[in-house]
C-alpha cells in the first residue's frame, strides 16, 4: 500500500468519525428511527444541555408534529461537579426565541 493510499484512507476514517459525531444528524436520526408523538392535551418540552445543546435542539424542533403547543431550553454548563451534576447553565433558547 503506498503512502498516499495511507494517507487517503486515514483521511476518510477522520472524515467518517467527524459525521458520526455530528450532534445535528444524531438527532435526526434517532428521531427518524423514533419519531416524536404528538401530546394533544398538553406541551412537549424539549431540553438538551451542553456543547451541541443549540444544533440538537434546532434538529429537533424540525421534527415536531405539526401544530404540537411545544417550550424549549438549552443550557450550556459552566462546570461539572465531582457527581457530575451540572452546577450552572445559561439559557439559550426558549419558545419565544427562535433561534440559539
Known sequence: MSLASLQKQAHDLFLTGVRAADPTIAVRNALIKRPLTRAPEGTLFLIAFGKAACA??????????TGQRHDALTGVGSGWGRNHTLRAYEPKFSSDREEC
Open 56 to 65: 440538537m435542539m434546532e434538529e429537533a424542533l424540525r421534527h415536531i408534529p
